[in-house]
């Protein structure tokens, strides 16, 4: 947790960086890999633990969800949200869901975000256009509530009963493979896959009437 | 294994996102920090599936990810047809059914 509280602090150092230098971006990814890599040499224990890689991936999953939502370009936003999404895979597979680790490759990763970057190059938006944010009030008052909320949050953490609900049950022989999420797919949850595959059909119909050029 | 990790995480990039749902002005990008809060909460079912030995959570991570299919696709069909339009992707320049 110690070293989850540097990451935050160096993340934190990194956005008030890129504040201070709105048109430096390199800079700032310059800063925060040096602080990194101080970080990892100065490590107390052993670098091949579990918390460590844990706080690595935490780290860049942080940075680049910090960078999509700062970066000027919205092309750079992509790259560093296909990252993030990687990060996420990679959490996934630290929580034992292999499966939902590929399909979060596989779906988000491959073929969503395939999506925006056709877009963002179809439109062939430039830097300066994309990088208009709010006027001061509404971005000071999006800053501050976001602030409140992530207190909040850990607020909810701090307090949560860590032992409710939870003996140390052993794992189920299979948790997490493809076999036994398609088992519960089409037994428990049978209405709500159909229900999602007619909503997957609407939302293709819907998205070729919009990007339709005309409607005969 | 204690969660509190992954939901401190998932806290920290849901708050990220709104955030840039808040203060950006470019529609793309407001795509992008709503996928961003989707994954955060994914991560959430995720580490409550893992913490209550149920498969449940990864269940309704799936549909979460099918839904974010379905809104990116409209999503982007929506900002495809304003551009051909308008010739913009700002949010502030479309205030038609603006009160």
Same mark, same amino acid.
């Given at each position: 947790?110690?070293? =989850? ?7 934190? @150092?990194?956005? @008030? ?9 390199? =800079?700032? #990814?310059? @800063? ?32 680049? #969800? ?14 560093? $949200?296909?990252? %993030? ?8 597979? +630290? ?7 590929? =399909?979060?490759? !596989? &779906?988000?990763?491959?073929?969503? +975000? ?5 877009? !963002?190059?179809?439109?062939?938006? *430039? ?15 999006? !800053? ?24 140390? *049950? ?10 036994? $999420? ?21 939302? +293709?119909?819907? #998205?070729?009437?919009? #990007? *339709?050029?005309?409607?005969? | ?8 995480? @998932? /806290? $920290? ?9 808040? !203060? ?17 909460? %994914? ?37 495809? /047809? ?11 320049? &479309? ?5």
């Amino acid at each position: 947790m110690r070293l =989850l509280m540097g990451l935050v602090f160096v993340v934190m @150092a990194a956005a @008030a960086l890129r504040a201070l230098l709105p048109r430096r971006p390199g =800079l700032t #990814a310059f @800063a925060a890999a040096v602080a990194a890599i101080v970080l990892v040499g100065f490590y107390p224990g052993d670098l091949a633990t579990f918390d460590f890689w844990a706080g690595a991936v935490g780290f860049v999953s942080i940075l680049s #969800a910090l960078l999509i939502v700062m970066h000027p370009n919205p092309m750079v936003s992509v790259l560093f $949200l296909i990252l %993030n999404l990687f990060c996420m895979a990679l959490f996934f597979l +630290m929580l034992q869901a292999q499966t939902l680790a590929a =399909l979060q490759v !596989i &779906v988000y990763a491959g073929a969503i +975000m395939v999506l925006f970057v056709f877009v !963002i190059m179809l439109l062939n938006l *430039k830097a300066e256009e994309g990088m208009r944010v709010g006027m001061g009030p509404q971005r000071w008052a999006a !800053i501050g509530f976001g602030a409140a909320f992530a207190a909040l949050m850990f607020w909810a953490l701090r307090h949560r009963h860590g032992s409710a609900f939870v003996e140390p *049950k052993a794992f189920v022989e299979g948790f997490g493979t493809a076999r036994d $999420l398609g088992t519960l797919l089409f037994s428990d949850y049978l209405f709500a896959t159909e229900a999602a595959s007619v909503l997957l059909l609407a939302a +293709m119909v819907g #998205a070729v009437l919009l #990007a *339709k050029r005309r409607l005969e | 294994m204690r969660i509190d990790f992954f939901l401190v995480m @998932a /806290a $920290l990039l849901f708050t990220v996102g709104c955030v840039g749902v808040l !203060i950006r002005r470019n529609v793309i990008v407001i795509l992008m920090s709503i996928e961003l809060m989707l994954n955060a909460v %994914n991560l959430t079912f995720v580490a409550f599936a893992h913490e209550m030995r149920s498969m449940a959570g990864h269940v309704f991570a799936l549909f979460v990810i099918t839904v974010a299919a379905c809104e990116a696709a409209v999503g982007l069909a929506i900002v495809l /047809a304003l551009f051909r339009r308008r010739r913009t992707t700002d949010s502030d320049d &479309v205030s038609l059914m603006r009160w």
